[in-house]
Protein backbone atom coordinates (compact mmCIF):
# COMPACT_ATOMS: atom_id res chain seq x y z
CA UNK A 1 0.00 0.00 0.00
CA UNK A 2 1.23 3.40 -0.77
CA UNK A 3 -1.03 5.10 2.25
CA UNK A 4 -1.85 8.57 1.21
CA UNK A 5 -0.06 9.97 -1.54
CA UNK A 6 0.36 14.12 -2.61
CA UNK A 7 1.26 15.73 -5.59
CA UNK A 8 2.77 17.44 -6.45
CA UNK A 9 6.05 18.04 -3.19
CA UNK A 10 6.74 21.01 -4.46
CA UNK A 11 5.80 23.89 -6.32
CA UNK A 12 6.12 28.10 -7.19
CA UNK A 13 3.41 30.23 -8.38
CA UNK A 14 3.13 33.49 -9.33
CA UNK A 15 -0.13 35.63 -8.08
CA UNK A 16 -2.96 34.82 -9.64
CA UNK A 17 -2.29 32.40 -11.17
CA UNK A 18 -4.44 28.94 -10.42
CA UNK A 19 -3.80 25.20 -9.77
CA UNK A 20 -4.80 21.82 -8.12
CA UNK A 21 -3.22 19.61 -5.20
CA UNK A 22 -3.75 16.27 -5.60
CA UNK A 23 -4.74 13.97 -2.67
CA UNK A 24 -5.14 10.01 -2.94
CA UNK A 25 -5.42 7.41 -0.50
CA UNK A 26 -5.69 3.76 -1.07
CA UNK A 27 -6.93 2.52 2.33
CA UNK A 28 -10.14 2.72 1.72
CA UNK A 29 -10.80 5.06 4.06
CA UNK A 30 -14.15 6.88 4.20
CA UNK A 31 -12.98 10.77 5.72
CA UNK A 32 -10.37 12.39 4.41
CA UNK A 33 -8.60 15.72 5.14
CA UNK A 34 -6.74 19.16 3.73
CA UNK A 35 -4.46 21.29 6.35
CA UNK A 36 -1.65 24.15 5.91
CA UNK A 37 1.20 24.52 7.82
CA UNK A 38 2.45 27.99 8.68
CA UNK A 39 6.08 28.69 10.28
CA UNK A 40 5.54 28.42 14.07
CA UNK A 41 1.77 27.24 13.65
CA UNK A 42 0.23 23.66 13.94
CA UNK A 43 -1.82 22.74 10.91
CA UNK A 44 -4.96 24.21 10.41
CA UNK A 45 -7.73 22.28 8.76
CA UNK A 46 -8.72 23.78 5.42
CA UNK A 47 -11.70 21.42 4.19
CA UNK A 48 -12.32 18.34 4.83
CA UNK A 49 -14.54 15.06 3.44
CA UNK A 50 -16.13 13.23 5.91
CA UNK A 51 -17.30 10.44 3.31
CA UNK A 52 -17.96 10.51 -0.13
CA UNK A 53 -20.13 12.79 -1.68
CA UNK A 54 -19.74 15.10 1.25
CA UNK A 55 -17.14 18.02 1.65
CA UNK A 56 -17.12 21.04 4.47
CA UNK A 57 -14.98 24.31 5.52
CA UNK A 58 -12.29 23.99 8.28
CA UNK A 59 -10.84 26.68 9.88
CA UNK A 60 -9.05 28.34 6.76
CA UNK A 61 -11.46 27.74 4.32
CA UNK A 62 -11.14 31.21 2.30
CA UNK A 63 -9.15 31.41 -0.81
CA UNK A 64 -9.87 27.52 -1.28
CA UNK A 65 -12.14 24.74 -3.19
CA UNK A 66 -12.12 21.26 -2.91
CA UNK A 67 -13.75 18.53 -4.79
CA UNK A 68 -14.27 14.67 -3.45
CA UNK A 69 -13.96 12.92 -7.13
CA UNK A 70 -14.38 9.50 -5.20
CA UNK A 71 -13.35 7.60 -2.13
CA UNK A 72 -9.93 7.80 -2.96
CA UNK A 73 -8.98 10.63 -4.14
CA UNK A 74 -9.51 14.74 -2.60
CA UNK A 75 -8.15 17.59 -4.94
CA UNK A 76 -7.96 21.34 -3.50
CA UNK A 77 -7.85 24.09 -5.74
CA UNK A 78 -6.54 27.98 -5.41
CA UNK A 79 -8.29 29.67 -8.23
CA UNK A 80 -6.37 32.52 -7.85
CA UNK A 81 -3.39 32.41 -5.48
CA UNK A 82 -1.84 35.03 -3.46
CA UNK A 83 1.34 35.17 -1.56
CA UNK A 84 -0.81 34.26 2.02
CA UNK A 85 -1.23 30.94 0.70
CA UNK A 86 2.48 30.27 0.83
CA UNK A 87 2.74 27.31 3.28
CA UNK A 88 2.75 23.39 3.68
CA UNK A 89 -0.33 21.58 2.67
CA UNK A 90 -1.07 18.26 3.92
CA UNK A 91 -3.54 15.75 3.06
CA UNK A 92 -4.68 13.28 5.75
CA UNK A 93 -7.42 10.26 6.02
CA UNK A 94 -9.17 8.52 8.44
CA UNK A 95 -10.89 5.20 8.23
CA UNK A 96 -13.32 6.47 10.56
CA UNK A 97 -14.38 9.71 11.98
CA UNK A 98 -12.76 8.25 15.64
CA UNK A 99 -9.51 6.77 14.49
CA UNK A 100 -6.18 8.09 13.99
CA UNK A 101 -5.14 10.70 11.10
CA UNK A 102 -2.91 9.15 8.56
CA UNK A 103 -0.84 11.90 6.54
CA UNK A 104 0.43 12.51 3.46
CA UNK A 105 4.14 13.60 2.58
CA UNK A 106 3.13 17.42 1.96
CA UNK A 107 3.17 19.90 -1.06
CA UNK A 108 5.42 22.97 -0.24
CA UNK A 109 3.68 25.72 -2.35
CA UNK A 110 5.57 29.21 -2.80
CA UNK A 111 2.87 32.31 -4.42
CA UNK A 112 5.46 35.04 -4.90
CA UNK B 1 -14.40 25.82 20.12
CA UNK B 2 -11.98 23.59 21.14
CA UNK B 3 -7.98 25.02 21.82
CA UNK B 4 -4.59 23.04 22.09
CA UNK B 5 -1.38 25.00 23.74
CA UNK B 6 2.12 23.75 23.76
CA UNK B 7 4.09 26.37 25.62
CA UNK B 8 7.20 25.29 24.68
CA UNK B 9 8.61 26.63 21.40
CA UNK B 10 11.91 25.22 22.03
CA UNK B 11 13.70 22.05 23.82
CA UNK B 12 16.99 20.37 23.83
CA UNK B 13 18.12 17.19 25.77
CA UNK B 14 21.17 14.99 25.94
CA UNK B 15 21.12 11.76 24.24
CA UNK B 16 19.99 9.13 26.90
CA UNK B 17 18.00 11.38 28.97
CA UNK B 18 14.25 11.89 29.81
CA UNK B 19 12.61 14.96 28.56
CA UNK B 20 8.84 15.98 28.73
CA UNK B 21 7.04 18.37 26.31
CA UNK B 22 3.93 19.86 27.89
CA UNK B 23 0.41 20.06 26.08
CA UNK B 24 -2.75 21.92 27.64
CA UNK B 25 -6.34 22.29 26.10
CA UNK B 26 -9.61 23.79 25.86
CA UNK B 27 -13.07 21.66 25.50
CA UNK B 28 -16.29 21.65 26.95
CA UNK B 29 -16.92 17.55 25.28
CA UNK B 30 -16.51 14.85 28.13
CA UNK B 31 -15.23 12.36 25.31
CA UNK B 32 -12.60 13.23 23.19
CA UNK B 33 -9.46 11.74 22.03
CA UNK B 34 -5.77 13.18 22.10
CA UNK B 35 -2.58 12.64 19.90
CA UNK B 36 1.03 13.46 19.84
CA UNK B 37 2.70 13.94 16.36
CA UNK B 38 6.21 13.99 15.38
CA UNK B 39 7.25 15.83 12.67
CA UNK B 40 11.11 14.84 11.86
CA UNK B 41 12.96 16.87 9.22
CA UNK B 42 11.41 15.11 6.38
CA UNK B 43 8.85 16.67 6.85
CA UNK B 44 6.08 13.66 7.28
CA UNK B 45 3.71 13.62 10.24
CA UNK B 46 4.17 10.32 12.38
CA UNK B 47 1.99 9.38 15.36
CA UNK B 48 3.77 8.98 18.50
CA UNK B 49 0.81 8.03 21.04
CA UNK B 50 -2.63 8.24 21.56
CA UNK B 51 -4.71 8.36 24.25
CA UNK B 52 -9.00 8.00 24.87
CA UNK B 53 -10.33 10.30 26.90
CA UNK B 54 -12.93 7.68 28.70
CA UNK B 55 -9.45 5.96 29.54
CA UNK B 56 -7.75 6.67 33.28
CA UNK B 57 -4.55 4.50 32.14
CA UNK B 58 -2.06 6.70 30.44
CA UNK B 59 -0.75 5.39 27.04
CA UNK B 60 2.61 4.29 26.51
CA UNK B 61 4.67 3.28 23.42
CA UNK B 62 8.03 2.00 23.91
CA UNK B 63 9.58 4.69 25.00
CA UNK B 64 6.96 6.98 24.95
CA UNK B 65 4.40 7.52 27.76
CA UNK B 66 1.96 10.26 28.63
CA UNK B 67 0.86 11.93 31.89
CA UNK B 68 -2.89 12.74 30.72
CA UNK B 69 -4.80 14.62 33.54
CA UNK B 70 -8.44 15.10 32.17
CA UNK B 71 -9.28 17.42 34.91
CA UNK B 72 -6.59 19.06 34.60
CA UNK B 73 -7.03 19.43 31.05
CA UNK B 74 -3.23 18.36 30.28
CA UNK B 75 -1.18 15.75 28.20
CA UNK B 76 2.32 15.62 28.75
CA UNK B 77 4.38 13.45 26.98
CA UNK B 78 7.65 12.20 28.15
CA UNK B 79 10.50 10.69 26.30
CA UNK B 80 12.76 8.42 28.06
CA UNK B 81 15.69 7.38 26.81
CA UNK B 82 16.34 9.87 24.21
CA UNK B 83 17.61 9.03 21.01
CA UNK B 84 19.36 11.13 17.81
CA UNK B 85 16.50 10.24 15.98
CA UNK B 86 14.06 11.74 17.92
CA UNK B 87 15.20 15.33 17.34
CA UNK B 88 11.80 16.32 15.72
CA UNK B 89 8.82 19.11 15.92
CA UNK B 90 6.52 17.49 17.80
CA UNK B 91 2.19 18.55 17.88
CA UNK B 92 -0.03 17.69 20.23
CA UNK B 93 -3.70 17.21 18.68
CA UNK B 94 -7.02 17.12 20.04
CA UNK B 95 -10.30 15.32 18.16
CA UNK B 96 -13.31 15.73 19.04
CA UNK B 97 -15.45 12.53 20.03
CA UNK B 98 -18.65 13.44 19.34
CA UNK B 99 -19.92 13.66 15.43
CA UNK B 100 -18.44 12.48 12.60
CA UNK B 101 -16.13 15.28 11.83
CA UNK B 102 -12.77 13.29 12.75
CA UNK B 103 -11.48 17.06 12.55
CA UNK B 104 -8.21 17.08 14.54
CA UNK B 105 -6.92 20.70 16.41
CA UNK B 106 -3.49 21.30 16.71
CA UNK B 107 -0.92 22.90 19.10
CA UNK B 108 1.84 25.33 18.07
CA UNK B 109 4.52 22.75 18.16
CA UNK B 110 7.95 22.22 19.85
CA UNK B 111 10.82 21.79 18.50
CA UNK B 112 12.93 19.07 20.23
CA UNK B 113 16.89 18.66 19.94
CA UNK B 114 18.39 15.70 20.84
CA UNK B 115 22.09 16.64 21.68
CA UNK B 116 24.80 13.64 21.47
Known amino acids: NAGVTQTPKFQVLKTGQSMTLQCAQD?????MYWYRQDPGMGLRLIYY???????DKGEVPNGYNVSRLNKREFSLRLESAAPSQTSVYFC???????????FGPGTRLTVL | AQTVTQSQPEMSVQEAETVTLSCTYD???????LFWYKQPPSRQMILVIR??????QNATENRFSVNFQKAAKSFSLKISDSQLGDTAMYFC?????????????FGQGTTLQVKP
Open chain 1, 92 to 102: ASVPGSRNTQY
Open chain 1, 27 to 31: MNHNS
Open chain 1, 49 to 55: SASEGTT
Open chain 2, 27 to 33: TSENNYY
Open chain 2, 51 to 56: QEAYKQ
Open chain 2, 93 to 105: AFMEGSGNTGKLI
